[in-house]
């Protein structure tokens, strides 16, 4: 049968709700495979699956090298910095090399935003985009997706606000397609430097003040100062940005109905969140790993082309 999904994962622009949510209604029934004590399913057996990293990541690739061991996938892990990326070879000439030792999928976070895109267009093998500069990191915006709906029960009239450095982050791109495509109200919050010129472009809702959000959300996806990104001095300080814009207890105990607080990970701790509310009853961040794994099986699975029976994948194995 054809596959559910096409032949790759780009982003979540182009996919539809229906899309969506055949992905977080696969992943639900797969999260129960890693709370076994044999964590492992046949269901991938056969095929490969080369993780290329060409940026730093501790997330999202062992997630998916989780995701493909659990499905039975043979896995090989490409560390950028030894391979012959190193020697001057392409991207495009590294996967089709890959491709001649009879690959099936390729997972790729890149620098450069398309580079997942430009990877697709050129391959055979099935490419996940696992994160591609500023411009989406679907899998992290589904597993976002999944947890506020396992929160929420629906995301229809649900509010989310994306807080912080929204200029550099493929998340906040993935997670505002993501939630408008399933109905929740979409704002982002952050200074005017860390917002991109054409965020209106989007239909979002603008706050300048962090307060303001708060009193607006039934929850905070706080984002990653990505301080690694930014070439000029969009901020005066961190000390200011977290004085300003910082998550803390405090501030929430001012929010007139329980919120829930999420990260993508990394967290600069005492920057965009504090301690305390990372660690606290309102973070669901830890779900939100958990769930990486599951949404990744999820994708690995329909992008293999298998039938969107929500049980098929979850049999076998040994409990
Ligand atoms: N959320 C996320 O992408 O984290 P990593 O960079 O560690 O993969």
Redesign the pocket.
Known sequence: MSAPLGKDLLGLEHLSAEQITLILDTAEPLREISERAIKKVPTLRGATVVNLFF???????ISFEFAEKRLSADTVNVATAASSVTKGETLVDTAKNLEAMRIDMVVI?HASSGAAQFLAERIESNVIN??DGTHE?PT?GLLDLLTLRQRFGSLAGRRVCIVGDVLHSR?ARSNIWGLTKLGAEVAVCGPRSLLPTAIGDFGVTIFDRVEQAIEWADALNVLRLQLERMTAGYIPSLREYNRVFGISRERLERAPRDIVIMH???INRGVELDSEVADGPHSVILDQVTNGVAVRMAVLYLLAGHAPALAEAAKGGER
Request: hydrophobic share 20%; proline share 12%; glycine share 12%.
């Open positions: 940026e730093a990541s501790t997330r999202t690739r976070r696992a994160g990191h992290q998340v993508p990970g990394p």
